[in-house]
């Protein structure tokens, strides 16, 4: 098989392009478990780093804890390792509908489907609900996964500003003809760690006769006083009509992802989402995990409540450090830098202090509004968020930045 220099020096020249721009992505190497404390290779070939993470979605500490270890095991050893099918011929074992009625238990819906991830519940669940007579009403930000899946499905598409509730209420009122109505959202928006304002939406939806899907992938398990979710922290818990979520993130972080919500609904993906048919589900082993996840977030709210002292804790210490944040609500905080370039020379400065926090500049936010996003976790010790501290202060001081404004950043460094 040949691969001809004319073809080659295409991709050659897209990738070169794509370094030009600056926003080339590198992997950085992890030798450890994912945990607070990891062992970091980067750049690739150099020697191993031990780093502080303040940037995975391990919001309640779960991705290495024993007891979900030890219940993937014996979800091993009981269940195999593979399924060799998809759901509806001889891929379903009895593990995944306990944990379908442990998710339904856990967010107050009526049933849920389990997908092998939640982009794949996205890519799945509007296409198999929705027809050219129906409107899809989205947040200007909701998820690429979102996106993708709004992409995939026949019905009209229409969008409102980001939690703007007049301008969904407009948008409403616009396509108040269609014969279904679905208004879209995340409820923790993964960028700036804010919450959507659920609550008015489900008043809207129930007004003008619509549905209302969240995705909650950045809040099951830990948002809302018992950690249900977004719904839950906005007072409409048992309300809403859909929810998807992932299992990779809070809830052991291995993989896998749901839809969650009306029964009617959860049989229609049943009997048409194309990712359900047509890919196997969660693994035996990850069913176990995160059952037993379940039966931690179950029992106890402490995992939940140290995260959030944890991220008031080192919200209120950037603060006072003269950080400029994003306000919220959430373990996502954003440390606003504005300028591309500052944000990459920021990050790569926190990795030689031993902390490990990511920059992103457009296009992953908009132009002008480069970070940090740090992400805190169950999983940090007091100590951890101290170090971090010391070493944001080290590095926010070698920049001048601390205590300045956002316009004084933007002098001193442009956008
Ligand atoms: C991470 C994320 C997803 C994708 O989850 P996977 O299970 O990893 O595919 C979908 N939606 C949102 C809002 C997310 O943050």
Redesign the pocket.
């Known amino acids: 098989m040949s691969f001809p220099e004319s073809i080659r020096s295409i991709y050659q020249a897209q990738l070169a392009e794509i370094h030009h721009a600056g926003i080339f992505k590198e992997e950085r190497f992890i030798h450890s478990a994912q945990s607070a404390d990891i062992e970091v290779e980067f750049p690739s070939g150099s020697d191993l780093k031990k780093v502080i993470n303040m940037c995975a ?1 391990n919001y309640l500490g779960l991705s290495s804890h024993p007891e979900v270890i030890k219940a993937a095991h014996e979800g091993l050893e009981s269940r195999g390792y593979g399924m060799s099918s998809v759901r509806f011929i001889c891929g379903t074992q009895d593990i995944h509908r306990e944990l379908e009625n442990r998710v339904t238990e856990f967010l107050g819906t009526e049933d849920t489907i389990l ?8 890519a799945g669940v509007f296409e198999a609900i929705l027809t050219s007579e129906d409107i899809m009403i989205s947040d200007r930000l ?5 996106i993708d899946g709004m992409r995939l499905c026949s019905a009209q598409h229409d969008t409102f500003k980001h939690s703007s509730m007049e301008h969904l209420e407009e948008k409403l009122q616009l396509h108040a003809d269609k014969r279904l109505k679905l208004v879209i959202t ?5 960028m700036d760690g804010d919450t959507a304002m659920l609550d008015k939406m489900v008043d809207l939806c129930e007004k003008y006769g619509a549905m209302l899907l969240v ?4 809040a099951t398990g830990f948002i809302g006083r018992t950690g249900r979710g977004t719904h839950e922290y906005c007072g409409v818990y048992g309300k809403i009509d859909i929810i ?6 809070a809830l052991g972080g291995a ?3 749901c839809v969650s919500g009306r029964k009617e609904i959860v049989e229609m993906c049943r009997q048409k989402a194309r990712p359900y048919l047509f890919s196997n589900t969660i693994a035996p082993v990850i069913v176990s995990g995160v059952l037993k996840v379940f039966d931690i977030l179950s029992g106890s709210t402490e995992r939940r409540d140290k995260l959030e002292k944890n991220a008031a804790y080192w919200r209120k210490g950037l603060t006072e450090a003269g950080f400029i944040l994003k306000e919220g609500n959430t373990p996502i905080v954003p440390v606003m830098l504005f300028n591309a370039k500052l944000s990459q020379d920021f990050s790569k400065d926190l990795y030689r202090e031993g902390i490990y926090a990511i920059g992103f500049f457009f296009p992953v936010v908009p132009n002008g509004q480069a970070r940090i996003r740090t992400q805190i976790s169950a999983g940090h010790e007091i100590h951890h968020l101290d170090r971090a501290l010391e070493a944001f202060i080290r590095v926010g001081k070698k920049y001048g930045i601390l205590g300045l404004t956002k316009d004084q950043i933007v002098e001193k460094y442009g956008l």
């Open positions: 979605n997908f092998p991830s939640c982009m794949d519940a996205n909701v998820h690429a996964s979102i995340d409820g923790v928006f993964s995705d909650d992938s950045h998807t979520t992932t299992f990779g993130k993989s896998g992802g």
